[in-house]
C-alpha cells in the first residue's frame, strides 16, 4: 500500500495529503494516550499541517485525521 500512496504523491500538480487514522481504545486511558501524541506532533511540527482534527466517538474509538498542506 506504501508505494500506491508514494506514486500518488510523485505527481507534480499541487496537492493536499489526508491522512486518517482509527483507533479502537479499551479506555479512557488510552484515549488520553493518543491525544497526547497528537498534541506532541502538533507541537513539534505545527507548520507542517493545513488541519488536524482528533474526535473521539462511542465505545473509545477515536479518529484523527491529518491534511498537509
Not at 500506491?4 to 483507533?23: A, F, G, P, Q, R
Not at 479512557?28 to 497528537?38: S, W
Given at each position: 500500500?506504501?508505494?500506491i500512496?508514494?506514486?500518488?504523491?510523485?505527481?507534480?500538480?499541487?496537492?493536499?495529503?489526508?491522512?486518517?487514522?482509527?483507533?479502537?481504545?479499551?479506555?479512557?486511558?488510552?484515549?488520553?494516550?493518543?491525544?497526547?501524541?497528537?498534541?506532541?506532533?502538533?507541537?513539534?511540527?505545527?507548520?507542517?499541517?493545513?488541519?488536524?482534527?482528533?474526535?473521539?466517538?462511542?465505545?473509545?474509538?477515536?479518529?484523527?485525521?491529518?491534511?498537509?498542506?
Amino acid at each position: 500500500m506504501k508505494s500506491i500512496v508514494k506514486d500518488l504523491e510523485n505527481i507534480s500538480v499541487k496537492k493536499h495529503v489526508v491522512t486518517s487514522i482509527e483507533y479502537d481504545c479499551s479506555d479512557e486511558k488510552q484515549e488520553d494516550e493518543v491525544f497526547e501524541a497528537v498534541r506532541d506532533v502538533i507541537t513539534e511540527n505545527i507548520n507542517d499541517f493545513a488541519k488536524i482534527t482528533y474526535d473521539v466517538e462511542a465505545d473509545h474509538k477515536v479518529k484523527v485525521e491529518v491534511i498537509q498542506g
